[in-house]
């Protein structure tokens, strides 16, 4: 019987360096060794022959990895995520179907890889059904360089993979298309044209506008309140001072309507507003 692996788990390591080499040390097993720890696993449960498939198996997760690094996503979470894959294959591996392990768990890895590149990539919503996967995961092969497709391979690659032209054309262009900040750099003076600027949306959200209206009704409900404290010559004097649509009474206009001086007009129209301002803030 094989004997099970007591190497430690390279997950403890430090940095990925480490852990590729302390992968790539695991000795492959022997198809002997495959089935035998395979069937301790699948019949009696044994977790130290479930890992010992794990590990053994833990440089074709850095191996498939290596192949998404084109995405701009971490290589050490592109291996995380094989490695989940490899879990699973392990789970539902049948050593006596004539298979090698290694041949059952590609299709998991590349499973769970897939799934965390259009979970965390940037072109996540335009790749939404199998057919677009298909496409997205496969156009970068299948391009010959960095040049455009012309319009003979965009209809040979729309063939070949089972979508429409125009699709093949617009995953070809998100794919080309670069990333751009969501602000820009204030010391190159660059925020007055980054997309922040024009991206903003400058309407009120409801409960700001809500909040706003029920503020001005207060102030109109407060300031009828604090005009109907006053006498009637003060709430005229307010009135037509600060309260007219057109243009408003000078001290001297209102002097002369009610015979007193202009500086008494001011007297009035300070005491006033004191008062008003105190049951206002009172109100509020």
């Known amino acids: 019987m094989a004997q099970t692996l007591s190497f430690p788990v390279p997950s403890a390591l430090g940095s990925l360096d480490a852990y590729i080499s302390a992968a790539n040390r695991f000795p492959l097993l022997t198809e002997a060794e495959e089935k035998d720890f395979a069937h301790r696993f699948r019949e009696d449960g044994d977790v130290e022959a479930a890992r010992a498939l794990v590990l053994s198996h833990l440089r074709l997760v850095i191996a498939v990895a290596r192949g998404y ?7 050490a979470d592109l291996i995380q995520e094989g490695n989940v894959g490899l879990m699973k294959a392990v789970k539902r591996f049948d050593p006596d179907r004539g298979v090698r392990l290694v041949s059952f768990a590609i299709h998991w890895i590349k499973a769970e890889i897939h799934e965390y590149i259009l979970r965390n990539w940037r072109l996540v919503k335009i790749a939404t059904t199998k057919a677009q996967r298909k496409l997205f995961f496969n156009l970068r092969s ?17 063939k070949q993979l089972g979508v429409k032209p125009e699709e093949v054309v617009e995953m070809e262009t998100r794919i080309a298309g670069g990333d751009i900040a969501l602000e820009g750099n204030p010391d190159d003076d660059e925020e007055r044209f980054a997309p922040i600027a024009y991206l903003a949306d400058l309407r009120e959200e409801p409960e700001q506008a809500l909040e706003r209206k029920q503020m001005a009704r207060m102030q109109d409900e407060g300031l009828k309140s604090a005009l109907a404290s006053l006498d009637e010559r003060s709430r005229r004097i307010i009135e037509r ?44």
């Open 69 to 75: 690094l084109g995405y701009g996503l971490p290589h």
């Open 142 to 158: 299948m391009k010959n360089g960095l040049a455009s497709l012309n319009p003979d391979e965009v209809r040979s690659v729309a």
């Open 241 to 284: 001072r600060w309260l007219t649509e057109g243009d408003a009474s000078t001290l001297h206009e209102l002097a002369a309507e009610y015979g007193v001086s202009a500086e008494r007009i001011r007297q009035i129209e300070a005491k006033a507003m004191q008062k008003m301002k105190g049951l206002l803030a009172a109100a509020a």
